[in-house]
């Protein structure tokens, strides 16, 4: 393992051993709309559709695809939280993996990616966007989030929140509006692309700045 690998496995381990509480997925104002899209976009798949999802940190969303499919699959850097997850979770197979490399799983091995806060996280989403893509059946679904950017936010974010928002403790690398995400996505050879945003259940504020942007897409039927 590479030194940088070894240091960003080391990062993610503390941060989730010793910050559990603050990033869980749960815990997060707009986990129940994440989770009420997830549910919409998935209704129509049978239950015996393998699933993945990338990027699994404590197993928040990883337990209501599991609630929904037979054969789920989860990944994450982090070594102790999986190890973690493994025993809170044991229907649900739990494998230690950085996205930044090749994903350990043959071409079309899963109808669905379930990729929830991660890409904002990676030097390079392009190739882990790739591999997702690889990963997909034909005709494989998609499903990502990430924190919104957008010119009003970014605004109140230059004007209020400059020095927070971008702190160098803060393991965001990355900042999505949905244009920019879009790209990025059809670039890695997906298609059918659908873009909505979300905030945390408060109207007026959800609908000058939202918190999310929420992003469905589908690997072509016909495989290259």
């Known amino acids: 393992m590479s030194e940088t690998l070894t240091q960003n496995k080391k990062f993610y381990d503390a941060y989730w051993s010793t ?3 603050t990033f869980s997925g749960s815990n997060q ?23 993945i999802e990338v990027g699994c940190g404590d197993g928040s969303f990883t337990t209501d695809l599991a609630r929904k499919f037979s054969s789920v699959t989860a990944i994450d850097i982090s070594s102790g939280q999986i190890a973690e997850n493994a025993v809170r979770l044991p229907t649900i197979t739990f494998r230690q993996h950085d996205v930044s490399e090749t994903f350990p799983f043959e071409d079309s091995s899963f109808g669905v990616v379930w990729c929830s806060e991660v890409l904002e996280h990676l030097f390079d989403p392009a190739f882990a966007l790739r591999e997702i893509r690889r990963i997909l059946r034909p005709g494989g679904r998609l499903l990502v989030t990430v924190p919104y950017h957008g010119r009003f936010k970014n605004v109140l974010i230059a004007l209020f929140n400059w020095d927070e928002h971008f702190v160098p403790s803060n393991p965001h690398i990355r900042f999505y509006t949905n244009r920019s995400l879009s790209r990025i996505v059809s670039a890695a050879g997906l298609q059918s692309i659908k873009i909505k945003t979300c905030g945390m259940g408060r109207p007026l504020r959800d609908l000058f700045v939202p918190t999310n942007i929420l992003l469905s897409a589908r690997r072509g039927t016909v495989a290259k």
């Not at 104002?29 to 049978?46: H, I, K, V």
Request: a positive charge; hydrophobic letters at 40%; glycine letters at 4%.
């Open 29 to 51: 104002g707009y986990a129940p709309n994440l989770r009420r899209w997830m549910m919409d976009e998935l209704r129509d798949l049978a239950p015996t559709v393998p699933v």
């Open 19 to 21: 910050n559990r509480k």
